[in-house]
């Protein structure tokens, strides 16, 4: 089939994610057909930076062939077996073994699933668990955060704070969101650290309006990724985890944009300095080679659920795929053999977070953020009133059009512009990354003038 016949027959078959498909209709589909390194290749022929990883997953870029002769293999070997019924398989213990080891000291199990959705409905259902079986059945209420984001099942969704989304379905009623710490965005004059503490102390707000005794977990992105790149002030961490603490609370940090290095350590917890009681991962963990997600549980947590007795009744057909754990192994290997992570640490972050902040000086950028290996762009046609050029944040997507035509794939959250490229990245390519979203942002504000 030539380009148009695969938008013809695309537009005839295929519902896309998170599309509106009268517009998608008109535009017509981008047809991607290779990738290499942290490039990727449409039907054209034409090659762009890959400025997000895929879907913030390909951490190690598109070029590994040890993760894909690792998935080879194990399909030519055993291509699937479940972990029920008392079976279980070489590939999952060893990645079992490897999380226990790259993740924080005190998490040392793991259960696995097919995708970060699926792991956030695990953790409810381990969350209520732990509780039932401390005979602490009250505690039923989980918190969550305005415009965080947990997947797209009833679960993961109920849990994300997306209006939009929740406009579609009608979420779980046993779930409580709370102001997110986005100081860009709702900071008003309050300084960041002022308006961290105030974050965190809406958290203690809620807690104590819904009563300590029913709240069972509060979950949380170290960093809001879908949500725009949002990068809590310093102050907010620290005081949430004191909140937790006080009404023995248990945390979730869902990692699965964060774990595996996009900090610069190897979850957005060690980053922080905090001691979640389940975390979330996925996407990077096989770096996108093949679905697998899972939730890593706390010595405390599973402690409960192992030697309390009675069977656990939840898990998936593709929990621990083999295929898939022999992809996570590979990834992990790479990650470590290659100082892959040290080296976003201690080179190209800080070389991409001195770049990027020069685009700060651009006329309508109103902040320019980043962390390790992310960063975002606020579009505003105000710096000083950080005031956004529209009611319904179109620059956004006029910008990352334009993004697109120089060569570099930018999402546009809104009107914040996100950058989520490999960890792989090198400087020259932090250089080209910089550059042609400068291009991006001069052809935006002539666009709207
Ligand atoms: N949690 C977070 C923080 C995510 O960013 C995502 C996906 N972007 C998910 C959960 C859901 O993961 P999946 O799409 O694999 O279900």
């Known amino acids: ?66 993760i894909s002769d690792a998935i080879y293999q194990q399909l030519n070997t055993l291509p699937f077996y479940n972990s029920f019924f008392q079976c279980t398989t070489v590939p999952s213990i060893e990645l079992a073994d490897a999380l226990a080891e790259v993740t924080p000291a005190h998490m040392n199990n793991v259960f696995f699933t097919g995708s970060g959705s699926e792991a956030n ?62 100081w860009f965005a709702e900071g008003g004059d309050m300084s960041p650290e002022e308006f961290g503490i105030q974050a965190a102390r809406s958290l203690d707000e809620k807690i104590q309006e819904l009563g300590p005794e029913k709240v069972a977990a509060f979950i949380a992105e170290p960093i809001q990724g879908a949500g725009g790149v949002v990068i809590p002030p310093e102050t907010y961490w620290p005081e949430v985890k004191k909140v937790l603490e006080q009404y023995d609370i248990l945390l979730v940090m869902d990692e699965v944009i964060f774990g595996f ?34 939730t890593m549980v706390s010595d405390r947590v599973a402690e409960v659920i192992k030697s309390k ?27 470590r053999n290659e100082k892959i992570i040290e080296n976003v640490r201690d080179v190209t972050g800080p070389y991409l977070a001195k770049r990027w902040a020069e685009l700060a000086e651009h006329p309508i950028v109103g902040e320019a953020r980043s962390l390790g290996m992310v960063g975002a762009l606020e579009l505003v046609k105000d710096k000083g009133s950080r005031a956004r050029f529209d009611d319904d944040c179109t620059a956004g997507s006029v910008c990352r059009d334009l993004s697109i035509k120089h060569g570099l794939v930018m999402r546009a959250v809104g009107d914040a512009m996100v950058i989520a490229p490999p960890l792989i990245i090198t400087t020259e390519q932090v250089d080209e990354l ?13 666009a709207l003038a």
Request: with cysteine; proline share 3%.
């Open 434 to 446: 910089v550059e042609k979203a400068h291009r991006a942002l001069d052809d935006t504000a002539k």
């Open 121 to 182: 409905d695990t953790n409810l259902r381990l969350i209520r668990r732990f509780w039932d079986l401390q005979d602490k059945a009250e505690k039923r209420i989980v918190i969550s955060r305005k415009n965080g984001y947990h997947g797209s099942t009833i679960a993961g969704a109920s849990l994300g704070g997306m209006s939009g989304m929740h406009k579609q379905f009608q979420p779980l009623d046993y779930i409580e969101h709370v102001q997110q710490p986005y």
């Open 1 to 66: 089939m030539n380009k148009s016949e695969l938008q013809q027959h695309d537009r005839e078959h295929l519902l896309h994610p998170f599309t509106d498909f009268n517009d998608l209709g008109q535009q017509g589909t981008r047809v991607i057909t290779r990738a290499e390194g942290a490039y990727i290749t449409d039907i054209d022929g034409t090659r762009l930076l890959d400025g997000m990883s895929g879907l913030w997953c390909c951490n190690l870029g598109y070029s590994r062939k040890e």
């Open 261 to 294: 290095g996009r900090t610069g350590e190897w979850f957005g917890a060690d980053y922080y300095g905090i001691k979640p009681d389940l975390m979330t991962f996925a996407k990077a963990v096989t770096n996108g080679y093949f679905p697998l997600g899972g």
């Open 309 to 335: 007795g009675g069977e656990f009744t939840h898990g998936y057909t593709y929990s621990a795929h083999p295929a898939a754990c022999m992809a996570g192994l590979a990834t992990i290997n790479i990650l």
